[in-house]
């Protein structure tokens, strides 16, 4: 998120104030300082005009509150996306596979190249995979 303006701390307080279950909670990550003054493009990881990143962590021991707790961590990133400028690929999991580019931005053309250089057979893809270039 490039910031933390009134509706987006509204949305933030709101789901705080919500969460189905004591294990969860939203924290907000920062990008500052050193980190911010490099260029989108010199590295993979673009966001660097974004400095918040919030994290919605959805946690619960009873697997029968699981539908309220999945479904409040998606509703608060819902709530959220208008917001968002993009999103950090570390923050990603097993069924976003449709979300790596967004991760990379204008970078992921320069990363599938070097991956189709690198790596052709896709040996790294048990993570957020940037697949090679065709």
Excluded at 14 to 22: D, G
Excluded at 83 to 102: I, Q, T, W
Aim: hydrophobic share 45%; net charge negative; proline share 7%.
């Amino acid at each position: 998120m490039a910031d933390l303006g009134e509706e987006a701390i509204d949305i933030l307080i709101e789901y705080a104030s919500s969460k189905p279950s004591a294990l969860s909670g939203i924290a907000i990550q920062t990008v500052f300082g050193v980190a911010s003054r490099v260029a989108p493009d010199a590295t993979a990881f673009r966001h660097r005009a974004f400095p918040y990143a919030p994290i919605i962590v959805s946690q619960w021991l009873d697997p029968a509150h699981t539908a309220e707790n999945v479904a409040w961590a998606r509703d608060c990133w819902g709530a959220l996306h208008p917001f968002a400028g993009g999103v950090y690929v570390n923050d990603l999991g097993e069924n976003d596979e449709e979300r790596v580019p967004a991760a990379y931005g204008g970078n992921y053309q320069r990363l599938a190249a070097l991956k189709k250089k690198y790596d052709p057979d896709n040996f790294f893809r048990l993570n957020p995979n940037i697949k090679p270039a065709a």
